[in-house]
């Protein structure tokens, strides 16, 4: 009985959290608004989604999703939004809504050690990060702002891998309860999107097809 209380808690907890944190609204400290200000790149993509049971990863496809992020870079300021669908027709609504959009801005600061040192303000929580002068490789550190102790997580941790010359950006989100300077893993999201930038077509890139009757 002891341990349904505890999941029944904890579903809860993850509930508040994951709507909370996803209806957040973060203001941009910037009112203007333009369609070409700056350099834009579109990314597209998918995510698994995993989930740390009895000390392994397993397969939790019921919480995957389909995602876009509009991401602008303002020299050393960046600001994104990303835009989620939880796909599966079994998605049971614990992690929140099924649709959510999510709003990150990050401000790169100095280089120390080879690494330039950012930080993070978003709708999921504040925070930290590092990456290398050509923004290929970056890990960002947030944390979930005034958590419960019965929430399994408290933690996001985002490893992002932009292969530009592929057109390609991986990442894995990990979601962490940390406790007395320890980490226990709770769910990760590998996701891999495709770039798009700003383009000419030159000509209309589809067209109808009458269906024969």
């Known amino acids: 009985?002891?341990?349904?209380?505890?999941?029944?808690?904890?579903?809860?907890?993850?509930?508040?959290?994951?709507?909370?944190?996803?209806?957040?609204?973060?203001?941009?400290?910037?009112?203007?608004?333009?369609?070409?200000?700056?350099?834009?790149?579109?990314?597209?993509?998918?995510?698994?989604?995993?989930?740390?049971?009895?000390?392994?990863?397993?397969?939790?496809?019921?919480?995957?999703?389909?995602?876009?992020?509009?991401?602008?870079?303002?020299?050393n300021h960046w600001k994104s939004v990303k835009s989620l669908h939880r796909i599966h027709p079994?998605?049971?609504?614990?992690?929140?809504?099924?649709?959510?959009?999510?709003?990150?801005?990050?401000?790169?600061?100095?280089?120390?050690?080879?690494?330039?040192?950012?930080?993070?303000?978003s709708s999921l929580g504040n925070g930290t990060g590092t990456t290398d002068t050509e923004f290929r490789k970056s890990v960002l550190t947030m944390y979930v702002p005034n958590a419960s102790k019965f929430m399994p997580y408290n933690k996001f941790r985002i490893t992002q891998n932009y292969n530009y010359e592929a057109g390609v950006l991986t990442e894995t989100v990990e979601l962490i309860k940390e406790k007395d300077g320890k980490e226990i893993p709770f769910m990760r999201n590998e996701e891999t999107a495709l770039i798009f930038v700003k383009s000419k077509l030159g000509k209309a890139p589809t067209t109808f097809k009458q269906e024969l009757q």
């Open 90 to 121: 079994d998605y049971d609504g614990k992690a929140g809504e099924r649709d959510q959009t999510m709003y990150f801005e990050v401000a790169y600061k100095n280089l120390i050690d080879g690494k330039v040192q950012a930080v993070i303000n």
């Open 1 to 75: 009985m002891k341990k349904l209380n505890f999941y029944a808690i904890t579903i809860i907890s993850m509930i508040i959290a994951s709507c909370s944190s996803s209806k957040q609204v973060i203001i941009p400290l910037n009112s203007s608004v333009q369609l070409d200000d700056t350099y834009t790149i579109i990314w597209n993509g998918i995510s698994e989604a995993y989930r740390y049971d009895n000390g392994e990863w397993k397969r939790a496809a019921n919480y995957d999703y389909q995602f876009n992020v509009v991401q602008k870079r303002y020299d």
